[in-house]
């Protein structure tokens, strides 16, 4: 199951267990990311919370997270290469992967094709 | 992630350029209320690293074009400015500051003795307030505001090339030069200067003749259109102030390190706004300075990050901070007490709440490659 937030995250649900990055609309809008700043093992999350910050070259932006959970990990890879959020968004460019405590907050998410009509709105 | 930038409304101004850029597939955003490219689709890494190798072609029609003239206008002006006015040859340009009686800075702006008149260049956000300064305080000189007048700027290792196809002569003005030229056949003010710490050119034209000379250039394979994000990082990695952020009415000339911009003369007689609070802080040092800092890790630090000593006492704040393209990392620059400005000094950044290590350090982060001639 793959859901989207307003806030332009997305999270892919395995089980009990997400994987949460943003967009590519969303890193379309950054522009190159420079830096990432992905959670620990172990934080305690609440849906709507700063979990991560994504960087460009311009300006800092947090990443919120979609569901209450704890975090499982956060991807190392993006601390030595972050345009993977540039390049592969939805793929490599993963920012964490947490233990969804609340499951029926997934249904106030919106489907790919609700995303996407969300996006068309937004012009 | 947060909500889309804010949109493009109507009732913002916009440059003889506008059209160009929208049809370059820019990026727009509201700045010093106009509507200003931030990037175009190449986006602001590969912005920067062209200007740093090739040739950038820059919007700054939105900064203020004013001339003064009158036989009295050097002299006049160095009532409102630390710089040596008097002192500036036919032809050649000169860095200043508008301060203000409590020895603060009003505007940073660009001075070249043009001939018959000096020709000023003043940041966006200030002009209409620096025209009226200059209207207060300039009896007898002719203040001639030429806000309706386009400026481009050509920055990079080969503007020199390029703009001597279409503006012979060019090529021998040195840095901090101007002439009267012709590029590409329209009458056109033309300075070796700029914002990005390369060699390079800022254009004046006219209006309705911008558009066909921005063109003009691009259709150069060398040249591409940068927006003003990238303007950022290259003006911040020359070691470059940015008025409202790195310089301001609570900062003075000596703390932001500005002193080289105050001639010998000028510093003895004094006779401009705030001259006690120079002379003072050029005689017993000011209480802070104005200093690159770089991160020793990967996190950049924004505009009001803490500055902490290795004790955790707060020592100062960063004033301008990012990504370094050119560099590969985070660079700084921002206020700590003097007794922390020696570069080398171990300094920390609180960034989101954590200190990180990070190090004093010379500017500029990317050397200066101006044409000396």
Redesign the interface.
């Known amino acids: 199951m793959l859901k989207f937030s307003k806030?332009?995250?997305w999270i892919r649900v395995d089980g009990s267990v997400g994987t949460v990055g943003?967009t590519a609309y969303?890193q379309s809008?950054?522009?190159?990311v420079?830096?990432v700043?992905v959670p620990a093992a172990g934080k305690a999350l609440q849906a709507g919370q700063d979990a991560a910050?994504?960087?460009?070259?311009?300006?800092?932006?947090?990443?919120?997270s979609p569901v209450d959970g704890t975090v499982i990990e956060g991807n190392g890879a993006l601390?030595d290469t972050p345009e993977l959020v540039n390049e592969d968004p939805m793929g490599e460019g993963w920012f964490f992967r947490i233990s969804i405590s609340n499951p029926g907050q997934l249904g106030a998410l919106m489907d790919e094709e609700a995303y996407a009509a969300y996006l068309e709105e937004?012009g | 992630m947060p909500a889309d930038p804010i949109p493009v409304d109507q009732d913002l101004l916009t440059t003889p350029l506008d059209a160009l850029h929208r049809r370059l597939g820019a990026k727009m955003v509201p700045f010093a209320g106009y509507a200003m490219p931030v990037q175009y689709p190449a986006g602001v890494l590969q912005e920067h690293q062209w200007t740093r190798q090739s040739a950038g072609l820059f919007d700054v029609s939105h900064m203020g074009q004013v001339r003064l003239s009158g036989s009295n206008a050097a002299e006049a002006l160095e009532r409102l400015v630390p710089g040596d006015i008097q002192a500036l040859a036919p032809g050649r340009q000169r860095y200043t500051l508008f301060t203000n009686d409590a020895g603060g800075i009003l505007d940073d702006l660009m001075v070249t003795h043009a001939g018959d008149h000096l020709y000023l260049v003043v940041n966006a956000a200030c002009k209409h307030q620096d025209l009226a300064h200059l209207q207060a305080h300039l009896e007898g000189v002719t203040i001639t505001a030429a806000f309706d007048r386009a400026l481009l700027a050509l920055q990079g290792p080969e503007a020199k090339a390029v703009m001597a196809e279409l503006a012979p002569g060019s090529e021998a003005l040195p840095f901090m030069a101007g002439a009267a030229l012709s590029v590409a056949g329209e009458p056109c003010f033309v300075t070796r200067s700029g914002y990005t710490g390369e060699d390079g050119f800022e254009i004046s034209i006219a209006a309705d003749a911008a558009a066909a000379l921005a063109e003009r250039l691009l259709a150069d394979p060398r040249v591409k259109p940068i927006g003003l994000g990238a303007r950022d990082s290259l003006r911040l990695e020359a070691g470059l102030c940015l008025y409202g952020h790195d310089i301001d009415t609570t900062t003075s000339p000596i703390e932001a390190g500005l002193a080289w911009t105050i001639s010998k003369r000028r510093r003895a007689e004094g006779g401009y706004p705030g001259a006690a609070r120079v002379a003072a802080e050029l005689a017993s040092g000011p209480t802070r300075r104005r200093v690159g800092i770089r991160p020793e890790d990967k996190a950049p630090a924004r505009e009001g990050t803490q500055v902490l000593d290795s004790a955790g006492a707060t020592i100062g704040t960063i004033t301008s901070g990012g990504f370094g393209p050119t560099v590969g990392g985070p660079v700084a620059m921002g206020y700590v007490t003097a007794a922390h400005a020696t570069p080398g000094t171990e300094v920390q950044l609180l960034i989101r709440g954590t200190p990180r290590p990070a190090r004093v350090v010379p500017m500029p982060f990317a050397p200066h490659r101006y044409h000396r001639g």
């Open positions: 806030d332009h995250e943003i969303a809008q950054l522009g190159d420079v830096f700043e910050v994504v960087e460009s070259v311009k300006a800092a932006s947090d990443v919120y601390s937004l």
